[in-house]
Nanobody, 127 residues
């Protein structure tokens, strides 16, 4: 599975961005795609995941502190997952990575549960 992330950039605080992650290759081998982020000097952290189960819109789970501002969604026909980020804050500045795999429920927030990773896209929020 190959993942191509895009959509990052520089935005002012309060603004919005939409990240995209396009999957290709052995898509049949995965049942979830997730976003993680890593800020300078910090460990990579879970942002959101969408699992294929749960109908056409999938099941979604978020980092608690982000669920009111971020929305993960997917376009099944395009094998693409999106991360809509609103009301951005300077502390959202990070490299955002998309990941894919078949995580079990108890591990879906752990980066070790995802064998496939995109290259990362930089999001910078200015104050």
């Amino acid at each position: 599975v190959q993942l191509q992330a895009s959509g990052g950039g520089l935005v002012q605080a309060g603004g919005s961005l939409r990240l995209s992650c396009a999957g290709s290759g052995s898509i049949f081998s995965i049942n979830a795609m997730a976003w993680f982020r890593q800020a300078p000097g910090k460990e990579r952290e879970f942002v959101a995941v969408i699992r294929w189960s749960g109908g056409s819109n999938g099941n979604t789970f978020y980092r608690d502190s982000l669920k009111d501002r971020f929305t993960i969604s997917r376009d099944r026909a395009k094998n693409t997952v999106y991360l809509e980020m609103n009301s951005l804050k300077p502390e959202d500045t990070a490299v955002y990575y998309c990941a894919a795999g078949r995580p079990i429920t108890s591990s879906m927030r752990s980066d070790s549960a995802y064998p496939h990773w995109g290259q990362g896209t930089q999001v910078t929020v200015s104050s």
